[in-house]
C-alpha cells in the first residue's frame, strides 16, 4: 500500500495531465452531441428556404443567390450593416474604437468589430505587442495592491478577533470574497442586461458575463447590437468599463485562493518532487487546525493585541513595564537593556539569600 502510494505521488503530474487531456476530449463528445443535431436542424431550414426562394423566383439563378448570400456574411462578419438604417452608425466612431481597443487588450476580443484595412491590421498588431503585456503588468500592479486590503487584513482580524487559525480564516475570507465577487460582477450585471435587452434570458446574460470576464469572448452575444445608436455607443462604454473592473476583480480572487495553503500543497503534489519548494509548504499544512497566531509576526501581533488597563497611574520619570502579553509574545526576541532593567524593578528577586560560607 505504500509503495502505490509512493508511485501515486511520484507520477503525480503525469496523471494530472491525462486527467486534463481526458477532461479536453470529454468536452468535445458532450459539445458535439449537444450542439450538431441543433445544427444540422438549422443546415436544413436554410437549404429548404433557399429551394422555395428559387422556386417562387424562376428568374434568379441559384448561382447568384448563394454568391449574394456570401458577400452578405462575408460583409456581415466584419460588422457592416447590409441592412442601412436611417442614421448611419459606425463600428470605428471613439466610442466604439475605444471599446475595441479594450476588448483586445484585455484579450477579449468578441470578433464582431475587426480591422478592414491592411493598415489597421499592421497597427493592430505592434498596438497589442506592447498594449498587452502593458494591461496585464498593470492588472498584476493593481491586484498586488490590493490584496493587504481586501485578504490580508481580513483575515489577521479573524485570526485576532475571532480567534480562527490562519488556515480557516484564509478560507473564510476567500469564500467571502468569491461569493461577492459573484454577485457583483455576475448576478447583478446580468440581472440588468435582462432588463436592458428584452430578448435576453437571464441565462443568456449570465453566459453573456461569463464569457466575457473569462477573456473567451464569442461573440454570439453583444448588448445593444439593436438598440438606437446612442444607446448602443452607451451600452460599449459601460462594457469597456465592467472588463476592466470585472477582471481585476477576479485576479484578485483568483491570487487569494493562490495563496492559500491548501492550495499551494496541492500544487506541491502535482508539481512532483523533483521540483523546488513552493512556499515551504508540506500535505501537512492543510489541515485546518493549528495556533490562530500562526503566519502573525509578533509586531504585528503587538499591533492587533488588545490593550490592558493598569490600576496605577504611568510617571513620566517611572521605568516602562514589560507586560505579560509582551514577554509572551517576543519570547525569543531580545530585549534592550533598559527593558531588562525595568523588568527587574518590577519583579524583583525574591529567592533566599545563599547561606554564608564564613558563617
Known amino acids: 500500500m505504500l509503495s502505490f502510494l509512493t508511485f501515486c505521488r511520484y507520477h503525480a503530474f503525469t496523471f494530472l495531465t491525462i486527467a486534463y487531456v481526458l477532461y479536453i476530449i470529454t468536452g468535445g463528445v458532450i459539445f458535439m452531441l449537444l450542439e450538431q443535431p441543433e445544427e444540422d436542424l438549422l443546415d436544413a431550414e436554410v437549404h429548404e428556404f433557399v429551394g422555395r426562394f428559387l422556386e417562387d423566383h424562376k428568374c434568379v439563378q441559384e448561382r447568384s443567390l448563394r454568391n449574394l448570400l456570401r458577400k452578405v456574411l462575408f460583409t456581415d462578419r466584419r460588422g457592416i ?41 499592421a497597427f493592430c498588431m505592434l498596438y497589442c505587442l506592447v498594449g498587452i503585456p502593458l494591461t496585464f503588468f498593470l492588472f498584476s500592479s493593481i491586484t498586488d495592491a490590493l490584496l493587504p486590503w481586501v485578504t490580508h487584513a481580513p483575515i489577521r482580524y479573524l485570526q485576532i478577533y475571532w480567534g480562527l487559525s490562519h488556515n480557516r480564516a484564509a478560507l473564510l475570507c476567500c469564500g467571502g470574497l468569491a461569493a461577492c465577487t459573484a454577485t457583483l460582477f455576475f448576478v447583478l450585471p446580468a440581472i440588468t442586461l435582462c432588463l436592458v435587452e428584452r430578448k435576453w434570458t437571464f441565462l443568456q446574460s449570465l453566459y453573456y458575463c461569463f464569457i466575457s470576464l473569462s477573456t473567451i469572448g464569442l461573440g454570439d452575444y453583444l448588448p445593444g447590437r439593436v438598440q438606437s445608436q446612442s444607446m448602443r455607443l452607451g451600452l460599449e462604454f459601460a462594457t469597456s468599463c465592467y472588463l476592466v473592473l470585472g477582471l481585476v476583480a477576479l485576479l484578485v480572487v483568483l491570487e487569494s485562493f493562490w495563496e492559500l495553503q491548501q492550495v499551494q500543497a496541492l500544487l506541491r503534489v502535482f508539481a512532483g518532487p523533483h521540483v523546488r519548494e513552493i512556499k515551504g509548504l508540506c500535505l501537512d499544512e492543510m489541515v485546518l487546525g493549528g495556533d490562530p497566531w500562526a503566519g502573525v509576526s509578533p509586531v504585528d501581533r503587538l499591533q492587533y493585541m488588545c490593550p490592558i488597563s493598569t490600576i496605577s497611574p504611568h510617571l513620566s520619570d517611572a521605568p516602562t513595564a514589560i507586560s505579560a502579553e509582551e514577554r509572551f509574545i517576543l519570547g525569543p526576541l531580545q530585549m534592550s537593556s533598559s527593558e531588562k532593567a525595568a523588568s527587574l524593578s518590577l519583579h524583583p528577586d525574591t529567592s533566599p539569600d545563599p547561606p554564608d560560607q564564613n558563617s
Request: glycine share 8%; proline share 2%; net charge negative.
Open 81 to 121: 450593416a447590409v441592412l442601412k438604417s436611417e442614421s448611419n452608425e459606425y463600428n470605428f466612431d471613439f466610442t466604439s474604437s475605444l471599446f475595441f481597443i479594450i476588448t483586445f487588450l484585455t484579450t477579449t476580443g468578441y470578433g464582431v468589430t475587426v480591422p478592414l484595412s491592411d493598415e489597421g491590421r
